[in-house]
């Protein structure tokens, strides 16, 4: 059972728009930094949003996060076949949760 | 250009202790704005932050995994390590190193490939 909580999976056709939500709690998403990652099959996880919405050097404007309370969403604009593969978001975590806590992850789906 | 590279046996038995070694290279394991961390993936499941470590020895550890959790810092040899005492099949996983750079992204930017540790006698 994650921390913050994913839709397991998403799908969508290509060029469409697709969005994957992240829903946490005060002591997470509430209160601090969202982050989101990319993992394509059998590869280690690439950042992909750091700080709410900000992208890292390299990373195409198809991707965007946003945040609002305690719920954070990574939206993917014109999407590519490449883009198939799983999405994790991640936070600070105040609590006994730990430091650092994931989603359990969502996996995309290109049609 | 910041490597990671993990090292340590792809095989453990129950009960025994999983040990791991980061070896980074293209920068310095004593930079004071970098943390150090190992972050964990089941087979076919989500990530898992197990803890991380500043080069000055501070750490910060997943309660969950906290009891049996050590990770250290070899700054002569610019390496970092993860012990996981009292191993079960449920430690079966791909155990990643990464690095977060405060100054920077603020986040895990850097991983290492990830390798495959099995639990089994």
């Known amino acids: 059972q994650s921390v913050l909580t994913q839709p397991p999976s998403a799908s969508g056709t290509p060029g469409q728009r697709v969005t994957i939500s992240c829903s946490g709690s005060?002591?997470?998403?509430?209160?601090?930094?969202v982050y989101w990652y990319q993992q394509l099959p059998g590869t280690a996880p690439k950042l992909l949003i750091y700080?709410?919405?900000q992208r890292p050097s390299g990373v195409p404007d198809r991707f965007s996060g946003s945040k609002s309370g305690t719920s954070a969403s990574l939206a993917i604009s014109g999407l590519r076949s490449e883009d198939e593969a799983d999405y994790y978001c991640?936070?600070?975590?105040?609590?006994?949760?730990?430091?650092?806590?994931f989603g359990g992850g969502t996996k995309l789906t290109v049609l | 250009q910041l490597q990671l590279q993990e090292s340590g046996p792809g095989l453990v038995k129950p009960s025994e202790t999983l040990s791991l070694t980061c070896t980074v290279s293209?920068?310095?394991?004593?930079?004071?704005?970098?943390?150090w961390g190992w972050i964990r993936q089941p087979p076919g499941k989500g990530l898992e932050w197990i803890g991380s470590?500043?080069?000055?020895?501070?750490?910060y550890y997943n309660p969950s995994l906290k009891s049996r959790v050590t990770i250290s810092v070899d700054t002569s040899k610019n390496q970092f390590s993860l012990k996981l005492s009292s191993v079960t099949a449920a430690d079966t996983a791909v155990y990643y190193c990464?690095?977060?750079?405060?100054?920077?992204?603020?986040?895990?930017?850097?991983w290492g490939q990830g390798t495959m540790v099995t639990v089994s006698s």
């Open positions: 005060s002591s997470n998403i509430g209160s601090n930094y």
């Open positions: 990464a690095s977060y750079d405060s100054s920077g992204y603020d986040a895990f930017d850097i």
């Open positions: 293209g920068g310095s394991i004593s930079s004071s704005s970098y943390y």
């Open positions: 470590i500043y080069y000055s020895g501070s750490t």
């Open positions: 700080r709410n919405n």
């Open positions: 991640a936070a600070w975590d105040d609590s006994l949760s730990g430091p650092w806590v």
